[in-house]
């Protein structure tokens, strides 16, 4: 069920997604789809250790076999290219290259990448590979990466902490020292990712008379990744040609620029194109995953159960991540308050090496850990003060009188009505009832629980956050580029910064153009493709951290609107009337109160493009424009270090209702009901798509995926009959009520919506596993909540109650 107000334009309305009949037809082109001449394959040896030093490389027999066309060695790379630059500068970082240079860190680390004529005869080539490893201690556990005897994955850093620091906003002390109640946990935060469908890949051709170097690659993040892949082949961005095609899923993973640097240069030493791509197990094992580590929270409350402060201490196990660091941490800032108004917050934030898979973006970053933890000492306080936690919440959540509101940290929730979220939800899940049934089912010796999340959903980072943890001035604001060109015959062209990976951008910015412009969403054709020569693109061009609604409308509506006004100004000299008497309607431009005086569109497109003597005196011909839009709500940290880390807040309430088998330990999610709020919609129908999309997410996260390493840094979790995901038969039918507060602070009142279900689920899930084994005295302190590991829990129970 949603519920929308009335649209009278095409933004609001339902549609069927246009680019759909493309994709299930088999019409689409991914990158293993596309082929070149000649073409080269590419296949990566990869470190069997966690850690160990690399005494010889022996590549002489690999590289002459029959048809290995080049073999690169990790110091053939550090030869050949500066070291990485990362993408959050962190003082005196170590040198590091895409393929491991004197010591390999994580288990699945590219030692050697060759070229050969076919997958499989690369594959074969790598096992004439010669390396010799002297292994070394690994270290798996972030707070003893932290101890200073630990091993040290880069001998040149002081210690394995790329990032600690405290960060205080308000009178914390004073808060917890007029306490009423202080209750405390500490919560382990587990590994996991989101496998798309479609892996990781690369396909790279060097033009041997101009050195222009094409790059096809499904990399969500082409404005940053241009400069990485730029500089490491010391060439101009100019010389760089990189494209997107379609991406087949992304939810922040597909980023790995060393891939693409080690592509171009095989392309570059064979003068032949080539192409990578992951096989399940490396995507697994060495691509990236959401870090793991452990958040330490306090939560003081007042007589009345008034939240007063808030208190974490958050360990991230970064893996071996030099690339993107301390955004694990960085973004927990922007839900460390959740809902609620709490006026004083401390946030002690350690980013740790360890040696494991690099961490990196996964749906929600940060997010769904933050949320968890807030979510479960929440129902850990009204346990302890035997409160209702529904009622606990509703007496703490910000009301709608006082938005917008800006936090202890400095963001400014915009819009919403946190309390009605709750209200809703609990009437659409029918949340008395379901603890009348609680009630009779626990008579009946069944474990059956509810549980509450209230949400909320950042979205579009503010690179100026960065200066959290580098101190200094560098990359800041965010935004998104556009172009928008009515062709000669009227028809609409659109291309933008970002990539779609399924997110249904085409339709949704078809439908923002269409009103602009006064014509059907079936007149404009979006680019399916990103491509750095044809697209308007910046450093923060690309799909990350839920940025389309906020951010890349106004890129959309800046260039739509310039074409607009040109195409007033071009019909209204044609007309003999003035600019503001014309008015835009299915594709035709008249006089307001002159039926009959009239143009269609294409026909002032015939005159801007053709008829060039019919344009008004001085005017230039076409119809396109190009708009790099700078969103206005970013700032920099103040004195206090205070800054907005992400600039519009959605919110939600998750509520769920389970059943724990006793035999088993099963879980079984018996009701899943939903209210969410993320401004204006602009596609109804796309919007609820990522709800049901981004939970289902989240309920794989909670019940089932896990990376699980051993004492030795090996990774035990490498396929999908051991890292096992979410089928049909384990998501439930959820139940949604879509609530809308447009954003006062946006383009077109729209917020993020992407990430919203996979951050309260968890929590949500979580909270009503642990009501549901209260009867026992079982604590979820730690996710998954797999029918091991909660069949372990209740046997420990029943032992020590006797049982």
């Not at 660091?325 to 401390?346: D, F, M, Q, W």
């Not at 797999?786 to 829990?793: F, K, Q, V, Y």
């Amino acid at each position: 069920m949603t519920l929308h107000a009335a649209t009278d334009g095409w933004v609001g309305r339902p549609l069927r997604r246009v680019e759909d009949p493309r994709f299930l037809g088999g019409r689409a082109s991914y990158l293993d789809d596309l082929r070149l001449p000649d073409l080269l394959h590419v296949a990566m040896l990869r470190s069997p250790h966690a850690h160990a030093r690399l005494a010889a490389v022996d590549v002489r027999e690999a590289a002459a076999m029959d048809g290995v066309a080049a073999v690169l060695t990790g110091e053939d790379v550090a030869g050949a290219m500066e070291p990485l630059r990362p993408l959050i500068p962190i003082p005196n970082p170590p040198r590091t290259y895409p393929l491991a240079v004197g010591k390999v860190r994580y288990v699945g680390e590219p030692v050697v990448a060759l070229a050969a004529r076919d997958r499989a005869t690369a594959e074969d080539a790598l096992e004439r590979v010669r390396v010799e490893y002297e292994p070394l201690p690994a270290v798996v556990d972030p707070e003893r990466a932290l101890d200073p005897g630990a091993p040290r994955l880069f001998e040149e850093m002081e210690s394995n902490a790329l990032w600690r620091d405290v960060l205080t906003y308000g009178d914390v002390e004073g808060a917890f020292a007029r306490a009423a109640h202080v209750v405390r946990e500490r919560f382990t935060i587990h590994r996991y990712v989101s496998t798309p469908l479609e892996t990781f890949g690369v396909m790279a051709q060097v033009e041997p008379g101009t050195g222009l170097v094409t790059i096809w690659s499904n990399d969500q993040r082409p404005g940053l990744t241009s400069g990485v892949v730029a500089a490491a082949l010391g060439i101009p961005q100019s010389r760089l040609r990189l494209i997107a095609p379609d991406i087949g899923g992304g939810f922040g993973n597909k980023r790995k620029a060393p891939y693409l640097i080690v592509a171009a240069m095989l392309a570059r030493a064979t003068g032949r194109p080539v192409k990578y791509v992951e096989d399940r197990r490396e995507s697994l094992a060495a691509l990236c995953h959401a870090a793991n580590g452990v958040i330490d929270i306090a939560l003081a409350l007042d007589a009345d159960g008034r939240f007063l402060a808030v208190h974490v201490r958050d360990v991230v196990d970064e893996g071996c991540n030099l690339q993107n660091p301390t955004l694990h941490s960085l973004l927990k800032l922007s839900n460390i308050i959740g809902c609620y108004g709490i006026e004083a917050v401390r946030f002690e934030a350690a980013a740790v090496l360890t040696t494991k898979c690099p961490s990196g973006a996964n749906r929600g970053i940060g997010k769904p850990a933050m949320c968890f933890a807030l979510e479960r000492i929440v129902d850990v306080a009204a346990r302890r003060l035997g409160r209702d936690p529904a009622a606990l919440r509703a007496a703490n959540l910000i009301p709608a009188s006082a938005l917008p509101y800006r936090t202890p940290v400095g963001a400014i929730y915009d819009s919403g009505d946190y309390p009605e979220t709750l209200r809703r939800a609990l009437a659409l899940a029918g949340y008395e009832g379901l603890r009348r049934t609680q009630a009779t089912a626990r008579a009946e010796g069944r474990l059956i629980g509810i549980g509450i999340a209230a949400a909320i959903e950042p979205s579009t980072s503010n690179l100026s956050s960065y200066m959290l943890a580098t101190r200094r001035p560098g990359t800041s604001g965010v935004g998104e580029a556009a172009l928008v060109r009515v062709e000669l015959d009227g028809s609409v062209r659109v291309a933008t910064g970002n990539v779609a990976s399924g997110q249904g951008y085409p339709t949704a910015i078809a439908q923002i153009v269409a009103d602009e412009l006064g014509v059907a969403p079936s007149a404009v054709s979006v680019s399916p493709w990103f491509d750095s020569h044809e697209n308007p693109w910046m450093f923060s061009s690309g799909s990350f951290s839920n940025k389309f609604s906020g951010t890349d409308t106004g890129a959309i509506l800046g260039a739509a609107r310039a074409v607009r006004d040109k195409l007033v100004t071009v019909a209204a000299h044609l007309l003999e009337a003035a600019p503001g008497d014309v008015v835009v309607r299915d594709g035709v431009l008249g006089v307001r109160g002159a039926p009959g005086r009239q143009v269609t569109v294409a026909e002032v497109a015939t005159v801007a493009y053709r008829d060039l003597l019919a344009l008004p005196p001085g005017m230039a011909g076409g119809l396109e424009a190009r708009h790099y839009y700078v969103s206005p709500l970013a700032d920099v940290p103040d004195a206090d270090r205070r800054v907005a880390v992400q600039l519009t807040f959605s919110n939600s309430v998750h509520v769920a209702a389970v059943e724990v088998d006793r035999a088993t330990g099963a879980v079984r999610i018996a009701k899943y009901a939903i209210v969410h709020d993320c401004g204006r919609e602009i596609n109804p129908r796309i919007v609820e798509a990522m709800v049901h999309g981004s939970t289902a997410h989240g309920i794989g996260a909670t019940l089932l995926e896990e990376f699980v390493y051993d004492a030795e840094g090996q990774l035990l979790t490498t396929t999908f009959m051991d890292y096992l995901k979410p089928t049909a038969l384990d998501v439930p039918p959820f139940e949604v009520v879509s609530l809308e507060s447009p954003s006062p602070r946006t383009p077109l009142g729209a917020k993020g919506v992407g990430e919203g279900g996979a951050i309260p689920s968890l929590a949500a899930i979580a909270n009503a596993v642990e009501d549901a084994l209260a009867p026992l005295g079982v604590r979820v302190t730690a996710l998954p909540l797999s029918p091991a590991r909660l069949w372990e829990a209740m046997t420990r129970a029943g032992e020590g109650r006797g049982a």
